[in-house]
């Protein structure tokens, strides 16, 4: 069955870092996601990618954050300058008829 | 903007008996979908069912089914004959579709679900 990787699995960095996640959707999907999970929290939608732009943000995805799908085939989410409150479990996903999650980057900021 | 609400943060059960999650839901689009999603210690979001809010029959997949409800925007889930690797975290998640949406999930906060030996 097809799948969404991501990689890396768990990233920590130091506070006002920059980080690349990284992910590879299925590949005849269309819509790309990216979900945040902060520990013990529910998941929350950050954005969605569709025709090589993005199609909805939520107020959490400020100016900090950016999305790319820069060679047809990663869909990359970059936290420009991490903050202490970036530290979550961030989901991307893929959907066509329905959503294919990836098995997550667990992010920890220091 | 809808909303999703899971009263239960966290239930027990025995091994083999029947559980009901609780999810209740808020919006006043039409079309939408409503899934479960389960998310063990790994923290691997994998779906457990789906309904269409459109079909008036209960989504069942094996051990799982749902109750829903749609006039009181009510859609629970029944696991029956629980095993041990149901022990998880379950979500409750609306999605709209039809013209002009996104697909985005909205995500209750969960219910831990564990089950006893």
């Known amino acids: 069955e097809p799948e969404v990787t991501q990689t890396p699995s768990h990233q920590v960095t130091q506070m006002g870092q920059e980080v690349i996640l990284r992910c590879v959707p299925i590949s005849n999907h269309l819509y790309f996601y990216w979900y945040r999970q902060i520990l013990g929290q529910k998941v929350e939608f950050l954005v969605s990618f569709y025709n090589n732009e993005i199609s909805e943000k939520s107020e959490i995805f400020d100016d900090q954050f950016s999305v790319e799908r820069p060679d047809g085939s990663n869909f990359t989410l970059k936290i420009r300058s991490t903050k202490l409150e970036d530290s979550a479990m961030y989901f991307c996903a893929s959907r066509e008829q329905g959503y294919t999650f990836g098995s997550g980057t667990r992010l920890t900021v220091v | 903007a809808q909303t999703v609400t899971q009263s239960q943060p966290e239930m027990s059960v025995q091994e083999a008996e029947t559980v009901t999650l609780s999810c209740t839901y808020d919006t006043s689009e039409n079309n939408y979908y409503l899934f479960w999603y389960k998310q063990p210690p790994s923290r691997q979001m994998i779906l457990v069912i789906r309904?269409?809010?459109?079909?008036?029959q209960n989504a069942t997949e094996n051990r799982f089914s749902v109750n829903f409800q749609k006039a009181a925007k009510s859609f629970s889930l029944k696991i029956s004959d629980s095993q041990l690797g149901d022990t998880a975290m379950y979500f409750c998640a609306f999605m709209k579709s039809g013209g002009g949406s996104n697909y985005k999930l909205t995500f209750g906060k969960g219910t831990l679900l564990t089950v006893n030996p």
């Open positions: 309904q269409e809010a459109y079909k008036q």
